[in-house]
Antibody, heavy 118, light 108 residues
Framework: EVHLVESGGGLVQPGGSLRLACAASGFPFTNYWMNWVRQAPGKGLEWVANINIDGSEKNLLDSVRGRFTISRDNAKNSLFLQMSSLRVEDTAVYYC???????????WGQGALVTVSS | QSALTQPPSASGSPGQSVTISCTGTSSDIANYKYVSWYQQHPGKGPKLMIYEVNKRPSGVPDRFSGSKSGNAVSLTVSGLQAEDEADYYCAAFGASQLFGGGTKLTVL
């Protein structure tokens, strides 16, 4: 059974940093592009970043480019999102999601809450 | 590239059918092949319900169907059940923003 479990969320001050992790199990992790999608409180879904199977290709939302970095460790079946220079507007639940092609996400984690506040 | 627009709310009684639309701001949505729909219950991660406009993943009831007509794609839920009450999001590969704004479906 496919499982995606996010961790690393929490409260951080504006300008601070946080690293999210997503532990994947139940499928061949190295065969899939992976994504981060976020959801601000009471708002809709917003795609944040994706990464290809070997980590050589990465795409980021314009508003986070230069501040966020997506990476993966295929040996550990893990996906990461390094977030720096955090802003209040980055406050959201961050989901990792498996991509089966053309930005179609067939499995999602339960999410990790990131709160940016002073 | 289109942005995707959904009605903020929809509702129906148990047993009825409800259709949720997802429209593009330009005519190019008619050419989108990779449209998906997600269901999200409060406090939960989204669940894929429809992909490639009208395909259902294994395990999704056939009460859920997707279609495309003109400048809109639609999700229809037939035989509404209480557990169908949730938020629904469309997504289209190639759109200026991947996800629509979401529709809250209420089962009366």
């Amino acid at each position: 059974e496919v499982h995606l479990v996010e961790s690393g969320g929490g409260l951080v001050q504006p300008g601070g940093s946080l690293r999210l992790a997503c532990a994947a199990s139940g499928f061949p992790f190295t065969n899939y592009w992976m994504n981060w999608v976020r959801q601000a409180p009471g708002k809709g879904l917003e795609w944040v970043a994706n990464i290809n199977i070997d980590g050589s290709e990465k795409n980021l939302l314009d508003s986070v480019r230069g501040r966020f970095t997506i990476s993966r460790d295929n040996a550990k079946n893990s996906l990461f999102l390094q977030m720096s220079s955090l802003r209040v507007e980055d406050t959201a639940v961050y989901y990792c999601a498996r991509n089966i092609g053309f930005e179609t996400f067939d499995y999602w984690g339960q999410g990790a809450l990131v709160t940016v506040s002073s | 590239q289109s942005a995707l627009t959904q009605p903020p709310s929809a509702s129906g009684s148990p047993g009825q059918s409800v259709t949720i639309s997802c429209t593009g701001t330009s005519s190019d949505i008619a050419n989108y092949k990779y449209v998906s729909w997600y269901q999200q219950h409060p406090g939960k991660g989204p669940k894929l319900m429809i992909y490639e406009v009208n395909k259902r993943p294994s395990g999704v009831p056939d009460r859920f169907s997707g279609s495309k007509s003109g400048n809109a794609v639609s999700l229809t839920v037939s035989g509404l059940q209480a557990e169908d009450e949730a938020d629904y999001y469309c997504a289209a590969f190639g759109a200026s923003q991947l996800f629509g704004g979401g529709t809250k479906l209420t089962v009366l």
